[in-house]
């Protein structure tokens, strides 16, 4: 993280990514992504984190499709 740099909250940081709010909290869970903690509860998210994962990409696990028989 650069000195100096923007630091989002979880919120921020989904919108940004095009993510609901649980995956970027599972994503930080998971250590997947790089958190400044302000206080004990407070989360923030550096923005080169958020870039990190728009430049490299970020694919969630591939969900089997229920029915999915041709016809």
């Known amino acids: 993280m650069m000195t100096g740099e923007k630091l989002l ?19 930080i869970f998971q250590r997947r992504i790089d958190t400044v903690r302000p ?17 490299h990409g970020y694919r969630p696990a591939i969900v089997p499709q229920e ?3 041709a016809s």
Do not use: F, Y
Request: charged share 30%.
């Open 9 to 27: 909250t979880v919120q921020q940081a989904a919108d940004q990514l095009g993510l609901r709010e649980a995956t970027v909290r599972k994503l």
């Open 67 to 69: 029915n999915a028989t």
């Open 39 to 55: 206080s004990v509860r407070a989360v923030r998210v550096p923005e080169s984190a958020v870039r990190k994962i728009l430049e």
